[in-house]
């Protein structure tokens, strides 16, 4: 090597450092993604931030240090005339001292990391005993916080996700509803393949494995869902109900669908955080994504309370029967020539019914409870097949398909891959295979062109009254 090129080097070499620092900050710039680890909004996750940044300045550093004793020596001993650039440099065989040295420097530095990573990994695989008032303090947690834990068994499926509610005994899919201010602890398994829950700014990353129960736990931390950085630049802090619209009565899904477009969706609400299948399962793994909600301890209890109700098998409407009587506001299902021959519908009473006034004789005290469409609907949902799968207001443990109680509050579809709304539904439903590609509604056991699901492509009547009734379950 001549000594004009190796000089030649040292610029290009300064300017393509240059350009990743340009590239690096860049990327950075938006570190509130949707789904980033860098912007934590919990305990956990951001533990485990913490570390990640600790072993990053560490790195830095040593980067630093190497690279800076890299180009200090290739300066001081570069060749500075030709003729000692033909001489050979005295010869030596390693110090001693320095490697001894750079030994004791590299212990340092592992054991450095090796503490706080080791007390990540009790803290992310143990809830704190709420009887130890010390590691309480040092988390800065209350005793509450952590005895109210709830626990929600997260069962990864192809390609979507079950949220079991073992203490309510309810079950839901896609949309972990959480309060903020509890600890929630996850239990996670699979019925097929290895798949990974990954809730970056709340949790972080663990596998589920078939055969085997793993475990983690998170805490929201409501400060920093409450607070954060608008486009400008500039920090801003909202109230709980604002940062944590309430789920049960729609009010998360309009604020969210506020926004235009989906892909702003993120910015819309503090409460709202992604979750993503990280292990790869399967041709739809992609879009195995999954929500989580966070909820103010009020409004949390109000979404279990009305969940609670919709799959308690003692609270769903019984037939009408002439023998009774029913106090007002009482739902009963009676036949309804307008559905169709043998076909129910829920009629509520507007007043105390006397024995023996049906709705079809005394039509001033019943209503009907739902419109035409959400009937036919939901008659649909049983003679298309759908019920084979799903379950609706039951719990339906095992079922094939996402559970859909109540699916009309939820605010994505088809795993968290988009919007819950009218046209989204109605795209799935013609033909779920274009938008999720080998999903196993499309895909399933024993379903083929025969299967009633796959010849509603054309039949906009059924579409709608399907969508009608899906989006009505609220
Ligand atoms: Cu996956």
């Excluded at 993120?266 to 195995?288: D, I, R």
């Excluded at 799968?389 to 988009?418: D, E, Q, V, Y």
Aim: one cysteine or more; hydrophobic letters at 40%; aromatic letters at 10%.
């Amino acid at each position: 090597m001549t000594s004009h090129t190796h000089r030649s080097k040292i610029p290009q070499l300064v300017f393509s450092l240059q350009t990743l620092a340009l590239f690096l900050l860049g990327s950075c710039s938006r570190i509130d993604h949707k789904q980033s680890a860098l912007d934590p909004k919990g305990l956990v996750a951001q533990n485990q931030y913490d570390i990640f940044m600790l072993s990053v300045w560490i790195t830095i550093f040593l980067f630093c240090a190497v690279g800076g004793c890299l180009l200090f020596v290739l300066w001081k001993y570069r060749a500075k005339s030709k003729e000692e650039a033909m001489e050979i440099p005295e010869q030596m065989h390693g110090s001693s001292k320095i490697e001894t040295t750079l030994i004791i420097a590299s212990a340092v530095i592992l054991v450095i990391l090796a503490v706080p990573t080791l007390q990540g990994v009790v803290l992310m695989n143990r809830v704190p005993d709420p009887n130890d008032q010390a590691t309480l303090e040092k988390l800065k947690l209350d005793k509450s916080q952590i005895e109210d834990a709830i626990t929600v068994n997260v069962t990864g499926k192809r390609f979507f996700w079950v949220f079991e509610y073992p203490q309510y005994g309810i079950v839901t899919a896609n949309e972990l509803v959480f309060p903020a201010s509890k600890a929630v602890r996850v239990n996670l398994r699979t019925e097929d393949v290895i798949h990974s829950f990954w809730l970056p700014k709340l949790a972080g990353k663990m596998d589920l494995m078939p055969g085997q129960e793993n475990f983690l736990w998170f805490i929201a931390d409501e400060q920093k869902i409450r607070s954060g950085i608008d486009k400008d630049g500039n920090p801003y802090e909202v109230d709980a109900k604002t940062a944590m619209p309430s789920v049960f009565d729609g009010k998360m899904r309009q604020t969210i669908f506020a926004k235009q477009a989906f892909t702003d969706e993120f910015e819309a609400v503090g409460g709202l955080f992604y979750g993503q299948c990280a292990e790869y399962c399967g041709n739809s793994h992609a879009y195995m994504s999954f929500r989580a909600l966070a909820q103010t301890d009020e409004d949390f209890e109000k979404w279990v309370l009305k969940f609670r109700n919709a799959q308690n098998p003692n609270l769903q409407p019984t037939a009408y029967s002439a023998e009774n009587t029913y106090e007002e506001g009482t739902v009963v299902t009676y036949t309804d020539e307008q559905l169709g021959e043998n076909n129910r519908r829920e009629f509520r009473a507007l007043k105390a019914t006397a024995k023996g006034q049906t709705p079809v004789t005394k039509p001033d005290v019943w209503e009907k409870v739902h419109s035409d469409d959400y009937e036919k609907g939901k008659i649909l949902f049983g003679t298309q097949g759908c019920a084979q799968c799903h379950a609706i207001n039951k719990t339906g443990i095992g079922a094939k398909g996402p559970n859909l109680t109540l699916f009309g509050l939820r605010t994505s579809l088809a795993a968290g891959w988009m919007r819950n709304d009218e046209d989204s539904l109605d795209k799935w439903l013609r033909n779920s295979n274009e938008i999720k590609f080998g999903n196993l509604m499309w895909n399933g056991e024993g379903i083929d062109d025969r299967h009633p699901l796959r010849q509603l492509q054309d039949d906009d009547e059924k579409v709608s009254q399907l969508v009608t009734y899906l989006l009505g379950l609220k």
